[in-house]
Nanobody, 130 residues
Framework: QVQLVESGGGLVRPGGSLRLSCATSGLTTDYYAIGWFRQAPGPGKEREEVACKSLSDGSFYYADSVKGRFTISRDNGKNTVYLQMNSLKSEDTGIYYC?????????????????????WGQGTQVTVSS
């Protein structure tokens, strides 16, 4: 059974940093991609993918809004995927979710939409405010 547990959210001032963690269990192979999604506050806001990383070949994706500020990485020994967030802005505020999707790099592109992901964590709140 695949389980994902996020941690590391909190309140931070603009320009600050946070590191989110996604502890994974039940992923019996590396044929998965792990994505980080953000859901901004307010009605009608969709979860948008901000970063994604393949566990098999290390390929990755960043949304334009976070390029150069966020870094997705993996600690193999801890079965954990991290999202390092630097130079945070107020528009980075939201609930951050990690998600897992089966992914075979030879046959498909990295997943980019929430519907492509089968497994989700419970989310962690990030608030960027002075």
């Amino acid at each position: 059974q695949v389980q994902l547990v996020e941690s590391g959210g909190g309140l931070v001032r603009p320009g600050g940093s946070l590191r989110l963690s996604c502890a994974t269990s039940g992923l019996t192979t590396d044929y998965y991609a792990i994505g980080w999604f953000r859901q901004a506050p307010g009605p009608g806001k969709e979860r948008e993918e901000v970063a994604c990383k393949s566990l098999s070949d290390g390929s990755f994706y960043y949304a334009d809004s976070v390029k150069g500020r966020f870094t997705i990485s993996r600690d193999n020994g801890k079965n954990t995927v991290y999202l390092q967030m630097n130079s945070l802005k107020s528009e980075d505020t939201g609930i951050y979710y990690c998600a897992a999707a089966q992914y075979y790099s030879d046959y498909q592109a990295l997943p980019r939409t929430k519907n492509e992901y089968a497994y989700w964590g419970q989310g962690t709140q990030v608030t960027v405010s002075s």
